[in-house]
Each structure stands twice: as C-alpha cells, then as structure tokens.
Antibody, heavy 125, light 107 residues
C-alpha cells in the first residue's frame, strides 16, 4: 500500500524559503504525477502544483513566481520550495499522488488518491 | 481559473438523513469532477472521481452525479462517521481548483 511521508521546517520568518519533502513508500514512483496542496487555518484547499516522474511540472499561476517542485527518483522523493514567504503562506501543506482514469477515448480524469498527513507551516516574525 | 462553488456552505443533519451537496463550475468541465471528505486534523480522502465513480473502499451510501457545470454528492443515509467537510475539485484544467467546502454537522 502506497504511503507518503512528508517533513520539513514548521516555523519560518517572513522572506524565508519554505522547504518540504515527501517520500513515496510501497509503490511505484513512475507513471504518476505528484502534487502539493495547502490549506490555511480554517479555510479550504488550494492546489500548489505537481510534477511527474520525468520532471515535468505545472504550477498554480497565483504562486508560480515563488514555487519550485523537484524530484529525486533515486530516493522516491519529491520536494516543494516556496520562496519569500509571508504570513499568508501559513497553512497545512499536503503532498499527494495524482492518479488518472480513462473516461473516454482520449479523455482523462485526474484525482488525488493518496495523501500525506500534512505539515503545519507557520510564518511569523 | 475555473471557479467552483459549493452549496450549502454548511448543513445540520441527523443520522439516517439523506444529504445532498451541490457543486457548480464557472464553465463546463465535462465530468472532470472529484469529491473529497476531510475530517478535522486529517488529510482529505477521495470519495468519488470522474463525477460518479466510487473510490475503492468507499461505502455505497455515497454517490455522485452531474456533468457540464452542475454536480451533486449524495449521502443516502448519513452515518456518524460521515460528519466532516466535503470538497469538490475540478480536474478539467490547471490550476486544479477546489470548492470552498461544505461542513456537515450533527443536528
């Protein structure tokens, strides 16, 4: 059974860089996209971006200038960096696996079926 | 970006009730709509993908329907473990946006 274990610094000062890593255990790393999602306190979910096993990335335009997602296939890990953080970046950050299902010829649906437990990141001076 | 709007934002219901949550997309997303359940302090869990396909292991009291811009999540008989927040999410285009959530509380 696939499990995602995530870790990283939980307390940052404004202008610092957030850095989180997620390790994939018990399953294939290739053939999937690997995602980051965040949730500010008491609020909803925001998709940050994703990367596939080949290193192809897609980012939320609202964060694109500050986000970098990378992977290390030798360690079955993918990582998130978010630069120049502010209090607005305070949130629980989740890593997740994005799976795909064929819904019709040439049509696909993507959904996040395995999630990490989340890492609370607080930005405060 | 495609905006996803859920209604209601919250509801109170009793065990055994039938519960319906709706999700509307700001443009057509075909059937590229997923539903997640989130309990306090836990990561979201996928319930339904591609609008109506039940994820393995999810009880059959959960069902999804819809296409285009309007979708529904139905819980046929609410159980104590179903009290949670539910999110819809479109996977039609990037960025993959979520609805604001519907909190299901005990009446």
């Amino acid at each position: 059974q696939v499990q995602l274990q995530q870790w990283g610094a939980g307390l940052l000062k404004p202008s610092e860089t957030l850095s989180l890593t997620c390790t994939v255990y018990g399953g294939s790393f290739s053939g999937y996209y690997w995602s980051w999602i965040r949730q500010p306190p008491g609020k909803g979910l925001e998709w940050i971006g994703e990367i596939n096993h080949s290193g192809s990335t897609s980012y939320n335009p609202s964060l694109k200038s500050r986000v970098t997602i990378t992977l290390d296939t030798s360690k079955n890990q993918f990582s998130l960096k978010l630069s120049s953080v502010t209090a607005a970046d305070t949130a629980v950050y989740y890593c997740a696996r994005r799976s795909v299902v064929v819904t019709a010829p040439g049509k696909y649906n993507y959904y996040m079926d395995v999630w990490g437990k989340g890492t609370t990141v607080t930005v405060s001076s | 970006d495609i905006q996803m709007t859920q209604s209601p934002s919250s509801l109170s219901a009793s065990v055994g009730d039938r519960v319906i949550i709706t999700c509307r997309a700001s443009q057509s997303i075909s059937r590229d709509l997923n539903w997640y359940q989130q309990k306090p302090g836990k990561a979201p869990k996928v319930l339904i993908y591609a609008a109506s396909t039940l994820q393995s292991g999810v009880p059959s009291r959960f069902s999804g329907s819809g296409s285009g811009t309007d979708f529904t999540l139905t819980i046929s008989s609410l159980q104590p473990e179903d009290f949670a927040t539910y999110y819809c999410q479109q996977s039609y285009s990037s960025p993959r946006t979520f609805g604001q959530g519907t909190k299901v509380e005990i009446k």
